[in-house]
């Protein structure tokens, strides 16, 4: 899910997972920022929508993936705090 498009040409994508605690048998929200090139051809992105990216060659210091696919989604307030599983 995208949080940022400030940068240009770049955007900064959320990734939500659940790290299994096994000491009390419970899961626990985890979440990493990857930073993602994002080609003049997905001009439309904004905070909030789905994007596939893939690995690629380094492209700067904090760059390494780029933008496949954009779905468009429709969330209401904060992008952040949004926590989908799959």
């Given at each position: 899910?995208v949080v940022?498009?400030?940068m240009?040409?770049?955007?900064?994508?959320r990734?939500?997972y659940?790290?299994?605690?096994?000491k009390?048998?419970?899961?626990?929200?985890r979440?990493?920022?990857v930073a993602?090139?994002c080609?003049?051809s997905?001009a439309?992105?904004?905070?909030g929508?789905?994007?596939?990216?893939?690995?690629?060659?380094?492209?700067s210091?904090?760059?390494r993936?780029?933008v496949?696919?954009v779905?468009?989604?429709?969330?209401?307030?904060s992008?952040?705090?949004?926590?989908?599983?799959?």
């Open positions: 899910m940022s498009t400030k240009e040409r770049t955007v900064i994508v990734t939500n659940l790290h299994y605690i096994k009390y048998n419970r899961f626990e929200k979440h990493t920022n993602a090139h080609s003049p997905f439309t992105i904004k905070e929508d789905i994007v596939t990216i893939g690995q690629c060659r380094p492209l210091k904090t760059v993936f780029n496949l696919k779905q468009a989604n429709q969330i209401f307030g992008a952040r705090k949004q926590f989908v599983l799959f």
